[in-house]
Protein backbone atom coordinates (compact mmCIF):
# COMPACT_ATOMS: atom_id res chain seq x y z
CA UNK A 1 0.00 0.00 0.00
CA UNK A 2 3.18 2.71 0.60
CA UNK A 3 4.34 1.78 -2.73
CA UNK A 4 0.65 2.22 -4.87
CA UNK A 5 -0.06 5.88 -2.77
CA UNK A 6 3.47 6.78 -3.52
CA UNK A 7 3.35 5.85 -7.31
CA UNK A 8 -0.11 7.41 -7.22
CA UNK A 9 0.59 10.40 -5.92
CA UNK A 10 3.65 11.25 -7.97
CA UNK A 11 1.36 10.56 -11.07
CA UNK A 12 -1.57 12.53 -9.88
CA UNK A 13 1.24 15.19 -9.18
CA UNK A 14 2.15 15.15 -12.81
CA UNK A 15 -0.99 14.72 -14.50
CA UNK A 16 -2.02 18.09 -12.63
CA UNK A 17 0.46 19.94 -13.87
CA UNK A 18 -0.52 19.51 -17.60
CA UNK A 19 -3.44 19.36 -19.10
CA UNK A 20 -6.14 18.01 -16.51
CA UNK A 21 -8.34 15.05 -18.57
CA UNK A 22 -9.30 11.55 -17.64
CA UNK A 23 -6.55 10.39 -20.17
CA UNK A 24 -3.37 11.87 -17.66
CA UNK A 25 -5.31 11.02 -14.94
CA UNK A 26 -5.81 7.48 -16.02
CA UNK A 27 -2.00 6.16 -14.56
CA UNK A 28 -2.79 7.21 -11.20
CA UNK A 29 -5.98 6.03 -11.01
CA UNK A 30 -4.54 2.50 -12.03
CA UNK A 31 -1.92 2.63 -9.15
CA UNK A 32 -4.87 3.73 -6.75
CA UNK A 33 -7.43 1.09 -7.74
CA UNK A 34 -3.87 -1.16 -7.41
CA UNK A 35 -4.47 0.10 -3.68
CA UNK A 36 -8.52 -0.18 -3.28
CA UNK A 37 -7.80 -3.65 -4.41
CA UNK A 38 -4.90 -4.68 -2.60
CA UNK A 39 -6.57 -4.17 0.92
CA UNK A 40 -9.97 -2.84 2.85
CA UNK A 41 -7.70 -0.25 4.26
CA UNK A 42 -6.48 0.76 0.47
CA UNK A 43 -9.93 1.77 -0.77
CA UNK A 44 -9.77 4.38 1.67
CA UNK A 45 -6.49 5.26 1.16
CA UNK A 46 -7.57 5.72 -2.47
CA UNK A 47 -10.98 7.52 -1.41
CA UNK A 48 -8.27 10.03 0.31
CA UNK A 49 -5.67 10.74 -2.30
CA UNK A 50 -9.14 10.75 -4.83
CA UNK A 51 -10.37 13.66 -2.79
CA UNK A 52 -7.18 15.84 -2.68
CA UNK A 53 -6.86 15.25 -6.22
CA UNK A 54 -10.07 16.59 -7.10
CA UNK A 55 -9.73 19.70 -5.26
CA UNK A 56 -6.19 20.25 -6.71
CA UNK A 57 -8.18 19.93 -10.45
CA UNK A 58 -11.44 21.82 -9.15
CA UNK A 59 -8.54 25.12 -8.25
CA UNK A 60 -7.07 24.49 -11.78
CA UNK A 61 -9.78 23.60 -14.06
CA UNK A 62 -12.99 24.14 -12.31
CA UNK A 63 -15.83 21.82 -11.15
CA UNK A 64 -17.19 20.26 -14.25
CA UNK A 65 -14.08 19.83 -15.59
CA UNK A 66 -12.55 18.50 -12.90
CA UNK A 67 -15.33 16.17 -11.59
CA UNK A 68 -15.35 14.71 -15.61
CA UNK A 69 -11.63 14.26 -15.53
CA UNK A 70 -11.61 12.60 -11.95
CA UNK A 71 -14.81 10.28 -12.47
CA UNK A 72 -13.64 9.35 -15.81
CA UNK A 73 -9.53 8.85 -14.93
CA UNK A 74 -9.49 8.02 -11.15
CA UNK A 75 -13.16 6.75 -10.04
CA UNK A 76 -13.73 4.21 -12.79
CA UNK A 77 -10.36 2.74 -12.74
CA UNK A 78 -10.23 2.22 -8.84
CA UNK A 79 -14.17 0.96 -9.75
CA UNK A 80 -13.07 -1.44 -12.57
CA UNK A 81 -10.23 -2.81 -10.24
CA UNK A 82 -12.26 -3.12 -6.96
CA UNK A 83 -14.99 -4.93 -8.31
CA UNK A 84 -13.50 -9.07 -8.36
CA UNK A 85 -12.69 -8.42 -4.34
CA UNK A 86 -16.18 -7.11 -4.07
CA UNK A 87 -18.07 -10.21 -7.00
CA UNK A 88 -15.89 -12.62 -4.68
CA UNK A 89 -16.93 -11.93 -1.34
CA UNK A 90 -20.34 -11.63 -2.39
CA UNK A 91 -20.57 -14.70 -3.82
CA UNK A 92 -18.69 -16.46 -0.81
CA UNK A 93 -21.01 -14.41 1.82
CA UNK A 94 -23.63 -12.24 0.26
CA UNK A 95 -22.00 -9.15 1.53
CA UNK A 96 -19.62 -7.56 -1.14
CA UNK A 97 -17.82 -5.79 1.73
CA UNK A 98 -17.83 -8.24 4.29
CA UNK A 99 -17.67 -8.25 7.36
CA UNK A 100 -18.82 -4.51 7.10
CA UNK A 101 -21.79 -3.14 6.36
CA UNK A 102 -23.85 -5.90 8.10
CA UNK A 103 -27.00 -3.99 8.80
CA UNK A 104 -27.17 -3.47 4.99
CA UNK A 105 -25.75 -6.82 3.46
CA UNK A 106 -25.59 -9.49 6.79
CA UNK A 107 -23.41 -11.99 6.25
CA UNK A 108 -22.68 -15.29 7.70
CA UNK A 109 -20.61 -15.74 11.05
CA UNK A 110 -21.25 -12.58 11.69
CA UNK A 111 -23.69 -10.38 14.10
CA UNK A 112 -24.04 -6.35 14.78
CA UNK A 113 -22.56 -7.50 18.24
CA UNK A 114 -19.41 -8.34 16.35
CA UNK A 115 -19.40 -5.47 14.67
CA UNK A 116 -19.56 -3.30 17.52
CA UNK A 117 -16.76 -5.11 19.08
CA UNK A 118 -14.81 -4.79 16.45
CA UNK A 119 -15.82 -1.39 16.37
CA UNK A 120 -14.71 -0.94 20.22
CA UNK A 121 -11.44 -2.93 19.87
CA UNK A 122 -10.26 -0.45 16.81
CA UNK A 123 -11.46 2.73 18.70
CA UNK A 124 -9.67 1.39 21.73
CA UNK A 125 -6.02 0.85 20.11
CA UNK A 126 -3.78 4.00 20.98
CA UNK A 127 -3.68 6.60 23.54
CA UNK A 128 -6.79 8.10 23.92
CA UNK A 129 -10.13 10.21 21.16
CA UNK A 130 -10.69 13.38 23.98
CA UNK A 131 -9.26 16.18 21.76
CA UNK A 132 -6.09 16.98 23.67
CA UNK A 133 -5.59 13.78 22.65
CA UNK A 134 -5.86 14.45 18.89
CA UNK A 135 -3.93 17.24 19.47
CA UNK A 136 -0.92 15.56 20.88
CA UNK A 137 -1.24 12.46 18.35
CA UNK A 138 1.64 13.50 16.42
CA UNK A 139 3.85 13.80 19.23
CA UNK A 140 2.86 10.48 21.21
CA UNK A 141 3.10 8.75 18.00
CA UNK A 142 6.63 9.37 17.37
CA UNK A 143 8.20 9.47 20.72
CA UNK A 144 6.12 7.05 22.76
CA UNK A 145 4.96 4.61 20.32
CA UNK A 146 6.05 0.94 21.82
CA UNK A 147 4.64 -2.41 21.57
CA UNK A 148 0.83 -3.10 22.47
CA UNK A 149 -1.68 -1.37 21.47
CA UNK A 150 -1.48 1.31 23.92
CA UNK A 151 1.46 2.33 22.40
CA UNK A 152 -0.16 2.22 18.66
CA UNK A 153 1.82 -1.26 18.69
CA UNK A 154 4.96 0.05 16.53
CA UNK A 155 7.94 2.59 16.44
CA UNK A 156 8.85 5.52 14.44
CA UNK A 157 12.37 6.66 14.25
CA UNK A 158 13.26 10.21 15.80
CA UNK A 159 13.99 11.47 12.87
CA UNK A 160 10.43 12.10 12.22
CA UNK A 161 10.84 15.22 14.81
CA UNK A 162 12.98 16.87 12.44
CA UNK A 163 11.58 15.97 9.19
CA UNK A 164 8.26 16.55 9.51
CA UNK A 165 8.69 20.21 11.12
CA UNK A 166 11.38 20.97 8.68
CA UNK A 167 9.04 20.34 6.11
CA UNK A 168 5.89 22.44 7.41
CA UNK A 169 8.69 25.38 7.61
CA UNK A 170 9.38 24.64 3.98
CA UNK A 171 6.07 24.39 2.73
CA UNK A 172 4.65 28.18 2.81
CA UNK A 173 6.36 29.78 -0.61
CA UNK A 174 7.25 26.12 -2.28
CA UNK A 175 4.14 23.78 -3.46
CA UNK A 176 6.85 21.00 -4.58
CA UNK A 177 6.94 20.51 -0.74
CA UNK A 178 3.28 21.35 0.02
CA UNK A 179 2.01 19.49 -2.03
CA UNK A 180 3.13 15.83 -0.48
CA UNK A 181 2.87 17.01 2.92
CA UNK A 182 -1.34 17.97 2.59
CA UNK A 183 -1.33 14.64 1.19
CA UNK A 184 0.36 12.90 3.87
CA UNK A 185 -1.71 14.91 6.36
CA UNK A 186 -4.45 13.75 5.13
CA UNK A 187 -3.57 10.15 5.69
CA UNK A 188 -2.56 10.60 8.81
CA UNK A 189 -5.59 12.41 9.46
CA UNK A 190 -7.63 9.10 8.11
CA UNK A 191 -5.38 7.08 9.88
CA UNK A 192 -6.29 9.12 13.43
CA UNK A 193 -10.24 8.36 12.49
CA UNK A 194 -9.70 4.97 12.39
CA UNK A 195 -7.65 2.30 14.28
CA UNK A 196 -4.36 3.72 15.05
CA UNK A 197 -2.17 0.72 15.06
CA UNK A 198 1.05 2.22 13.42
CA UNK A 199 0.99 -0.43 10.45
CA UNK A 200 -2.18 1.69 9.28
CA UNK A 201 -0.06 4.61 9.09
CA UNK A 202 2.83 3.28 6.58
CA UNK A 203 1.26 4.32 3.34
CA UNK A 204 1.53 7.80 4.48
CA UNK A 205 5.27 7.66 5.68
CA UNK A 206 6.84 7.91 2.17
CA UNK A 207 4.59 11.21 1.75
CA UNK A 208 5.79 12.63 4.56
CA UNK A 209 9.85 11.70 3.58
CA UNK A 210 8.81 12.77 0.00
CA UNK A 211 7.90 16.42 1.82
CA UNK A 212 11.04 16.44 3.92
CA UNK A 213 13.60 15.62 1.29
CA UNK A 214 12.22 18.60 -0.82
CA UNK A 215 12.79 20.82 2.04
CA UNK A 216 16.22 19.62 1.92
CA UNK A 217 16.12 19.74 -1.61
CA UNK A 218 15.21 23.22 -1.60
CA UNK A 219 17.21 24.99 1.07
CA UNK A 220 20.09 23.02 0.06
CA UNK A 221 20.13 25.18 -3.14
CA UNK A 222 20.61 27.79 -1.53
CA UNK A 223 23.52 27.32 -0.04
CA UNK A 224 26.98 27.77 -1.26
CA UNK A 225 29.66 24.97 -2.33
CA UNK A 226 31.09 24.28 1.31
CA UNK A 227 27.98 24.56 3.01
CA UNK A 228 26.11 22.43 0.61
CA UNK A 229 28.62 19.25 0.86
CA UNK A 230 28.28 19.75 5.04
CA UNK A 231 24.59 19.78 5.03
CA UNK A 232 24.78 16.54 2.67
CA UNK A 233 27.69 14.89 5.53
CA UNK A 234 25.78 15.71 8.41
CA UNK A 235 22.27 14.66 6.81
CA UNK A 236 24.11 11.22 5.91
CA UNK A 237 25.24 10.53 9.21
CA UNK A 238 21.88 11.58 10.61
CA UNK A 239 20.20 9.17 8.48
CA UNK A 240 22.73 6.49 8.86
CA UNK A 241 22.65 6.83 12.61
CA UNK A 242 19.07 6.99 12.88
CA UNK A 243 18.82 3.70 11.15
CA UNK A 244 21.48 2.31 13.14
CA UNK A 245 19.90 3.13 16.22
CA UNK A 246 16.12 1.98 14.83
CA UNK A 247 17.47 -1.30 13.63
CA UNK A 248 18.53 -3.03 16.53
CA UNK A 249 16.52 -5.67 16.47
CA UNK A 250 17.02 -6.79 13.04
CA UNK A 251 20.32 -6.63 12.90
CA UNK A 252 20.41 -8.91 15.86
CA UNK A 253 17.85 -11.03 13.68
CA UNK A 254 19.62 -11.16 10.77
CA UNK A 255 22.78 -12.22 12.52
CA UNK A 256 21.23 -14.98 13.65
CA UNK A 257 19.33 -15.71 10.56
CA UNK A 258 21.90 -15.05 8.03
CA UNK A 259 24.42 -17.91 8.62
CA UNK A 260 21.93 -20.76 8.29
CA UNK A 261 20.31 -18.67 5.48
CA UNK A 262 23.62 -18.77 3.17
CA UNK A 263 24.55 -22.36 4.33
CA UNK A 264 20.69 -23.76 4.09
CA UNK A 265 19.21 -21.36 1.65
CA UNK A 266 15.91 -21.47 1.64
CA UNK A 267 15.14 -24.53 3.88
CA UNK A 268 15.77 -22.40 6.78
CA UNK A 269 12.50 -20.95 5.72
CA UNK A 270 11.15 -24.41 7.44
CA UNK A 271 12.29 -23.82 10.32
CA UNK A 272 9.19 -20.89 11.04
CA UNK A 273 6.95 -23.78 10.66
CA UNK A 274 5.86 -25.32 13.83
CA UNK A 275 6.62 -29.01 14.00
CA UNK A 276 3.08 -29.94 15.38
CA UNK A 277 1.96 -28.44 11.84
CA UNK A 278 4.27 -30.93 9.49
CA UNK A 279 3.53 -33.91 11.73
CA UNK A 280 0.09 -33.48 11.48
CA UNK A 281 -0.28 -33.01 7.78
CA UNK A 282 1.74 -36.80 7.52
CA UNK A 283 -0.13 -38.20 10.47
CA UNK A 284 -3.88 -36.60 10.86
CA UNK A 285 -6.98 -38.81 8.57
CA UNK A 286 -7.51 -37.07 4.76
CA UNK A 287 -10.95 -35.47 6.10
CA UNK A 288 -9.33 -33.92 9.14
CA UNK A 289 -10.46 -30.00 10.14
CA UNK A 290 -8.96 -28.28 12.64
CA UNK A 291 -9.47 -25.16 14.52
CA UNK A 292 -7.09 -23.23 15.38
CA UNK A 293 -7.31 -21.13 19.06
CA UNK A 294 -5.32 -17.92 20.60
CA UNK A 295 -3.83 -18.39 16.78
CA UNK A 296 -4.37 -17.08 13.19
CA UNK A 297 -1.61 -18.07 11.53
CA UNK A 298 -3.45 -20.47 8.99
CA UNK A 299 -0.59 -19.84 6.56
CA UNK A 300 1.24 -22.38 8.22
CA UNK A 301 -1.46 -24.99 8.48
CA UNK A 302 -1.14 -27.15 5.41
CA UNK A 303 -4.78 -28.72 6.35
CA UNK A 304 -8.32 -27.47 6.02
CA UNK A 305 -8.82 -24.86 9.52
CA UNK A 306 -10.77 -22.11 11.04
CA UNK A 307 -9.53 -19.31 13.04
CA UNK A 308 -10.96 -16.17 14.13
CA UNK A 309 -9.69 -13.12 12.24
CA UNK A 310 -10.30 -10.85 15.22
CA UNK A 311 -9.48 -11.84 18.86
CA UNK A 312 -11.14 -9.10 20.15
CA UNK A 313 -14.56 -9.79 18.13
CA UNK A 314 -14.24 -14.06 18.01
CA UNK A 315 -15.87 -15.09 15.49
CA UNK A 316 -15.28 -18.75 16.87
CA UNK A 317 -16.96 -17.39 20.62
CA UNK A 318 -19.92 -16.21 18.34
CA UNK A 319 -20.48 -19.59 16.81
CA UNK A 320 -20.16 -21.47 19.98
CA UNK A 321 -22.54 -19.17 22.60
CA UNK A 322 -24.19 -20.91 24.99
CA UNK A 323 -21.59 -24.01 24.57
CA UNK A 324 -21.40 -24.05 28.57
CA UNK A 325 -20.41 -27.42 28.80
CA UNK A 326 -17.39 -29.67 27.02
CA UNK A 327 -19.50 -31.93 25.61
CA UNK A 328 -21.86 -29.20 24.12
CA UNK A 329 -18.63 -27.38 22.39
CA UNK A 330 -17.66 -30.76 20.66
CA UNK A 331 -21.05 -31.42 19.85
CA UNK A 332 -20.98 -27.92 18.21
CA UNK A 333 -17.78 -28.37 16.63
CA UNK A 334 -18.75 -31.16 14.81
CA UNK A 335 -21.94 -29.32 13.52
CA UNK A 336 -19.15 -27.38 11.87
CA UNK A 337 -16.96 -30.24 10.74
CA UNK A 338 -14.26 -29.93 13.11
CA UNK A 339 -12.26 -32.97 14.04
CA UNK A 340 -9.27 -31.74 15.65
CA UNK A 341 -8.18 -28.13 18.04
CA UNK A 342 -4.80 -26.83 17.60
CA UNK A 343 -4.07 -24.44 20.88
CA UNK A 344 -1.87 -22.09 21.41
CA UNK A 345 -1.37 -21.58 25.03
CA UNK A 346 -1.47 -18.03 25.24
CA UNK A 347 -4.19 -16.03 25.26
CA UNK A 348 -4.90 -13.61 22.91
CA UNK A 349 -7.98 -11.67 23.95
CA UNK A 350 -10.78 -13.78 22.79
CA UNK A 351 -13.79 -14.67 25.42
CA UNK A 352 -14.46 -18.22 24.42
CA UNK A 353 -16.91 -19.90 26.33
CA UNK A 354 -16.42 -22.11 29.37
CA UNK A 355 -17.18 -25.44 26.96
CA UNK A 356 -14.94 -24.69 24.32
CA UNK A 357 -12.23 -23.40 26.99
CA UNK A 358 -12.51 -27.08 28.71
CA UNK A 359 -11.65 -28.64 25.36
CA UNK A 360 -8.87 -26.12 24.77
CA UNK A 361 -7.80 -27.52 28.86
CA UNK A 362 -8.09 -31.23 27.18
CA UNK A 363 -11.02 -32.09 29.06
CA UNK A 364 -13.30 -34.91 27.69
CA UNK A 365 -14.61 -35.59 25.03
CA UNK A 366 -11.24 -33.95 24.03
CA UNK A 367 -8.19 -36.14 23.37
CA UNK A 368 -4.77 -35.25 23.68
CA UNK A 369 -2.26 -36.38 20.70
CA UNK A 370 1.72 -36.22 22.08
CA UNK A 371 3.06 -38.35 19.42
CA UNK A 372 2.07 -34.85 17.06
CA UNK A 373 2.35 -32.20 18.91
CA UNK A 374 5.13 -33.33 20.85
CA UNK A 375 4.34 -32.31 24.26
CA UNK A 376 3.91 -28.78 23.53
CA UNK A 377 4.21 -25.84 23.33
CA UNK A 378 1.32 -26.33 20.83
CA UNK A 379 -1.47 -28.97 22.13
CA UNK A 380 -3.08 -31.20 19.45
CA UNK A 381 -6.50 -32.47 20.90
CA UNK A 382 -8.71 -34.76 18.46
CA UNK A 383 -12.46 -34.74 19.32
CA UNK A 384 -14.22 -37.79 19.81
Known amino acids: LALACLVAFLL?????????????????????????????????????????????????????????????GLVLPVALLLTPWLVRSALLTGNPVYPFLYSWFGGPEWSAALGERLVAWQRGIGM????????????????????GYARFDGRLGPLWLLAVPGALAAARRRPRVARPLAAAALLFALWAAGPQQLRFLIPALPLFALAAGRAVAAT????????????????????????????????????????PLLARGAAVRELAVPPLFRRADAL????????????????????????????????????????????AAARRLGELGITHLVVDPVPRGALYPPGLQALAAGAPPAVAMPEIDGGGPWRLYALR
Open 220 to 259: SGRLRGSHRRLLAWGLVALLGGTLWFASGRERERALRIGP
Open 12 to 72: LERALAGEISARTLLPAGVALGWAAGAKSTGFLLAGTLGLFALGLAMRRAGPKRAFVAVGL
Open 284 to 327: LPADARLLLLNTNQAYYCPRPCLADSFYEASQIAFLLAGADTPE
Open 128 to 147: GRGLLDYLLLPWRVIVAGGE
